[in-house]
């Protein structure tokens, strides 16, 4: 018994470290308090302010709107890929194999790095029209499409594409009914692992982005540098709902597991 | 039906002509721009400058302290709550690891800046502990990274091998030390570059504790500032040379080299 509170306890204080300090920020965003320390007085302004603030409702959504983006492009490269190197010779396989895995492994910084010297230094692009920024977030994320993609190609039933060709399909209309589907759960794991690597990336974007264009993290760290407390503290907000929002979607995710598992 | 395979096989052409432009060539740019001056002339000026000036080498130095110990505070906390988790019977095992990965989906930045305000209510001034406020800092955002493949790991050992152990007479803690915990190294491996590497470089979680201590990923966002590209891409080589080189030594070990990163989130 004495066991099992141990375990319990070290796990409750592992999750409070993680958890504290979000949990802690998001009773101070009802606040009207500047610092962390004696609460004032409720207030909800630092939720008005955000969703007010034209400067801070632009990032949010430029954001997002970036992110889905990157995915979408990201998805599509890195499925495509991971089909065509399927099937090719070993050899090309195993060189797609290792190139792909070069931005996996290497530190966001130098991905980031490497491609702002090469679009802007060496090919003169113009960060503003917001093409070495794409770039930039797909470089990061359609990696991870192909390795989420690869494993579900090695388990699907070859020889239905196989049938369906016999059958008088096309190999577009073979592709599209046979293979997409099956291969499906890797392409949304990968897609939703773009978007997760798009959202949280800081690097990438400070060194290929447009210098009127932010997106939540090159706000933040701007935000902490400057002295406007307004904004500091909408932040807090911001953190609270995206915090609110995670919950929301564990939960759901967790219950729909629970249903298809009853299945 | 060759014809078919051609088909299939060109779907990947795209792909293909990304990856060569835009992993590739940067790649050889760097390399360019890390053995050029400003002039466009070959020169070693770099190269040399980074082992001999004393402020590169003491930030590699501090990078690699500072990476080691973040790393070993991470395995610290990480084994334990993944062992616990693995081995425990408790009916929402599944529930309790996504509360370990959920933190990961809410962005960095804001987690860090939760972090900060924390951090200032028990200092007062985060300038005065630079190196264990850093070392929390990247604790804080890497953790999930340690505590994921571990768990993975732990989970797939064969329970029949403890149960044997145990058959044969080893305590609870020898079947641990004997059996588990040398099956389990796959999954440190595996956690350890998916810490040490970003604790070398990520110097945003440093900068928003308001740190003035430089690690490797600094020197590269300082020479960017500063337009210096020669000098930035030799600090990037020194980088993806060290990054090489830990996945070479630990990918025969780990058993298997690709989504590393995805592991956690998935």
Known sequence: ?263 | MKHNSFFRRYLGIPYIIYLVLFVVMPLFVLIYYAFTGRDGSFTVKNFIGFFTQSNTLGTLFYSVVLAFTTTVVCLLVAYPVAYILATSSLKKKSVILMAFVMPMWINFTLRITALKEILTLIEHNLAFHPFINSVIGMTYDFLPFMIMPIYNVIMGIDKSLTEAAGDLGASTLQSFTKVVLPLSVPGIISGVTMVFLPSMTNYVVLDMLYNSTYIMGSLIGSYFSAYDWHNGSMISIVLLVIILLMTALTGKKDGKGDGKKKEAYV
């Not at chain 1, 409070?16 to 979000?22: G, H």
């Not at chain 1, 599209?176 to 798009?198: D, N, R, Y």
């Open chain 1, 1 to 263: 018994m004495a066991k099992k509170m141990i375990k319990i306890l070290v796990l409750l204080a592992a999750l409070s470290f993680m958890y504290l300090p979000i949990g802690i920020l998001a009773v101070y965003s009802f606040t009207d308090s500047t610092t962390i320390g004696a609460i004032r007085g409720l207030s909800l302004d630092n939720y008005i302010t955000l969703f007010t603030t034209p400067e801070l409702r632009d990032m949010i959504v430029g954001t997002f709107a970036l992110a889905l983006l990157s995915a979408i492009i990201a998805t599509f490269l890195g499925t495509l890929g991971a089909i065509g190197s399927f099937y090719s010779k070993r050899v090309v396989k195993n060189t797609m194999n290792s190139i792909n895995n070069i931005p996996i492994v290497n530190a966001d910084v130098v991905t980031g790095f490497s491609i702002c010297v090469l679009l802007i230094i060496v090919v003169g692009m113009n960060k503003d029209t917001f093409i070495p920024l794409v770039i930039g977030h797909v470089t990061l994320c359609a990696p991870f499409v192909y390795t989420s993609v690869i494993p579900k190609l090695k388990q699907m039933d070859n020889s239905l594409y196989e049938a369906a060709l016999d059958l008088g399909a096309s190999s577009t209309k073979a592709l599209t009914k046979v293979v997409i589907p099956q291969i499906i759960p890797g392409i949304i794991s990968g897609f939703m692992l773009a978007i997760t690597l798009s959202l949280d990336d800081y690097f990438i974007t400070t060194y290929t982005k447009p210098a009127s264009f932010d997106t939540v993290s090159t706000y933040v760290v701007n935000a902490t540098r400057g002295s406007q407390t307004s904004i500091k503290t909408a932040l807090w907000a911001l953190s609270t709902i995206i915090f609110v929002l995670v919950i929301i979607f564990v939960i759901v995710m967790n219950i729909t597991a629970g249903k298809s598992e009853e299945e």
